[in-house]
């Protein structure tokens, strides 16, 4: 029973982890005007590498999250998790 709680809390950190890449990969650049006289605007761009790492952490927080809880239901109901 100690195992499914263990893998829920690694859901979670890995869930938080995730979250703070997504907004780690996120830096606003200035963009020049277009035309001659036009004000500079400001945009979003995004560090692959981050993006990339941020999936990963997410893909891992869910299988963890199914993982964890599979394995709690089935120990609630006296089965072996398979």
């Known amino acids: 029973m100690k195992r499914p709680i ?10 938080a982890a995730a979250v703070w890449c997504w907004f780690g990969a996120q830096t606003t650049v200035t963009v020049a005007p ?19 790492l941020m999936l990963l952490l997410a893909t891992v927080a869910g299988v963890l999250a199914v993982v964890g809880l599979t394995g709690l239901i089935a120990g609630r109901r006296g089965d072996s998790p398979s």
């Open 6 to 15: 263990i893998e829920l809390v690694a859901a979670v950190v890995a869930a």
């Open 34 to 52: 277009i035309l001659p006289g036009e004000p500079q605007t400001t945009s979003i761009a995004y560090s692959p590498p981050m993006l990339v």
